[in-house]
């Protein structure tokens, strides 16, 4: 009879010593959505200057919100939320990046940075929580919709080259 092992999934906060981590995450992110219709436009619209900078930039900001996703306590994951304030004066969340490694994917990791993404989203007075899917990555899109999320708008694009 086989044993049966548990995994422990769990988020915490990105911390300044996990930077390293985090760059390693998003640049592996921007290396897999670039096989999407539409990734190599997206990774064009990121800022430029050194990512390292930027993502300490974003662990010190309170418009930001930083998380890793660990198994085991090993980190496989993260997420970027940030939020505007609108014309009308509320807020709107924005998932700015999720990443989840191939082999950590469908035990949940994904699932509780996206509920802490929402929380911090609740506890900073947000109306809304937006995120992106490209064309094509069907499993983004159905990930999303399974946390309750719709499309409120398509952006269309012609390349002009």
Known sequence: MEAQTSVQVATRPCQAEDVVLLEELVEEALVEVARWRGGAMLRELCPLGDLSEQLSRCLNSPLHSCRLGTIDQVVVAAAIGSYMTLA??????????????????????????????????????CVGLDAAALPGDRLTKNFYESQKMVARSLTLYCDLD
């Not at 004066?89 to 998932?95: I, Y």
């Open 88 to 125: 009308s004066s509320g807020k709107l969340a924005q998932v700015k990046m999720l990443y989840v490694l191939p082999d950590a994917r469908g035990v949940g990791v994904g699932e509780l940075l996206i509920g802490d993404l929402l929380s911090w989203a609740k506890q900073h007075g």
